[in-house]
């Protein structure tokens, strides 16, 4: 997705690429799979940013997308996708769709990826960008993260871009054998820390702690009703 703004995002994925190398030492991963580092290169972050934003949509940090959420730093897409491990042919799901742009980045990865959205204004926005840019193939639902898609589980990969006080049991249970959930879990207000889960043969849940982390909370709906937001008009 070649445009004007392609040299932006070089400078970008560099300055990703070096933050990596920075802070491997702690993450485990001071060199990114070139292929997540392709896909920040694809994909338009400035298509996912309010109008005021688009200036700063390459600078290597979140931005407001309205309703009090974020689109995260670069570098912490990046690094989520990265501990995924996410293959072509990867069943995976995202909670917490947002502005879109960490969708499209798995989309890149993989041809079954499933995101779900709390705030419907936000969930019809980021389905008509995805659409305008070609990704299609995205499932997209409005409703309750803390309950996953069970109808599509169990997922090879599952990331979450918002923070719960504790890690979802319904999740856990809907992570594949072998599969990978990186999720930030705190409190808002309080430390936040990365995770990476891996789910074993035997179905116990390995857990490795990866760097401290300030994200958005993850809530629970009011109103438990799930809508389809694939009303790609």
Do not use: C
Not at 122 to 150: H, K, V
Not at 178 to 207: F, H, N, W, Y
């Amino acid at each position: 997705m070649a445009d004007e703004r392609q040299a932006e995002r070089e400078r970008m994925v560099d300055e990703v690429s070096a933050q990596a190398r920075d802070t491997g030492v702690y993450t485990g991963r001071s060199r990114f799979d070139e292929r997540v580092l392709e896909a920040l290169r694809r994909v338009p972050r400035h298509a996912f940013v309010p109008t005021a934003q688009k200036s700063n949509a390459y600078l290597n940090r979140a931005l407001p997308i309205g309703h009090d959420q974020t689109i995260s730093q670069p570098f912490i897409v990046a690094l989520m996708t990265e501990l995924a491990s996410v293959e072509a042919g990867d069943r995976v799901l995202e909670v917490g769709t947002g502005s879109g742009y960490q969708a499209a980045i798995l989309a890149e990865l993989s041809d079954s990826v499933y995101s779900i959205e709390l705030l419907p204004e936000l969930g019809r926005r980021a389905a008509s960008t995805l659409t305008e840019l070609g990704y299609d193939a995205i499932e997209l639902r409005i409703g309750d993260g803390y309950q996953g898609w069970p109808q599509a589980a169990p997922f090879d990969a599952i990331i979450v871009t918002a923070a719960p006080p504790e890690i979802p049991e319904a999740l856990i249970e809907q992570l594949a054998v072998g599969g990978r959930m990186v999720v930030p879990v705190g409190e808002q207000g309080t430390a936040q820390t990365l995770q990476l889960l891996v789910k074993q043969a035997d179905g116990s849940i390995e857990t490795r702690d990866v760097i401290p982390v300030g994200f958005v909370p993850m809530v629970r709906p009011d109103d438990q009703s799930d809508t389809s937001a694939n009303e790609r008009e």
